[in-house]
């Protein structure tokens, strides 16, 4: 009897891995905050209520108003730095999810395969024009407000980009072959990284308000 031969998962332990961290990374940005406003805010702490639910979830919301009230008051640096993660990390999962769905269909309500002549012309090229444009913009402009919604777009075309960075390494369409995982992982530890340079900046700020009280 023939032996049925096992299929290998397409995405390996180091795919995995990056995963894990890129999911810690951002969860210790959103979950640093909560943390600190459950402490300073209104919500009463674990040890101080049997409803620990009802007080995480007062928390949460104290620290989406805080984190609306901190958005307008930061820095325009502080501002573009969150905007370009958070558009990144939208902007992947979107694309790799529409991606998937578009795998046996034709179209989904405005999304549909482009193609130009026999060419098909993948997310990644709106996403080059997306990033070099916003980045030129960024350069000659001397608009400090501007530059958030420039890491908008720049973020965007950054996730529009790495998701299909194995295309442009292998220099063909091997978006759903093994081959196609390395821009999974590059796109992972990217995001690992601008997580953690978010909550890097984060604790460098409270560093100078302790060391550096009057700069």
């Given amino acids: ?33 909560v943390a600190r406003v459950w402490r300073r805010g209104s919500a009463p702490l674990p040890t101080e209520t049997p409803h620990v639910l009802g007080a995480a979830e007062e928390a949460v919301a104290e620290t989406v108003t805080v984190a609306v009230a901190g958005y307008q008051r930061a820095s325009e640096r502080e501002n573009a730095l969150l905007n370009l993660f958070s558009s990144f990390v939208i902007t992947f999962l979107s694309a790799r999810g529409i991606a998937y769905l578009l795998r046996d269909r034709s179209s989904l309500g405005p999304f549909r395969d482009v193609f130009l002549g026999r060419r098909h012309i993948h997310h990644f090229v709106p996403g080059i024009l997306l990033t070099f444009a916003a980045g030129s913009v960024a350069i000659a402009t001397r608009g400090e407000r501007l530059k958030p919604k420039l890491a908008l777009a720049f973020g965007t075309g950054m996730g529009l ?55």
């Fill in 161 to 215: 980009t790495l998701d299909e960075s194995a295309l442009l390494l292998e220099l063909d369409d091997v978006y759903w072959r093994r081959e196609g995982v390395v821009g999974v992982q590059i796109t992972l530890a990217v995001t690992a990284l601008l997580a953690s340079l978010v909550l890097a900046v984060r604790l460098l700020r409270r560093g100078e308000a302790v060391v550096l009280p009057d700069a």
């Fill in 1 to 33: 009897m023939a032996l049925r031969c096992r299929r290998r998962p397409l995405y390996g332990r180091g795919t995995t891995g990056l995963a894990i961290v890129a999911g810690i990374s951002s969860l210790a940005v959103i979950g640093n905050e």
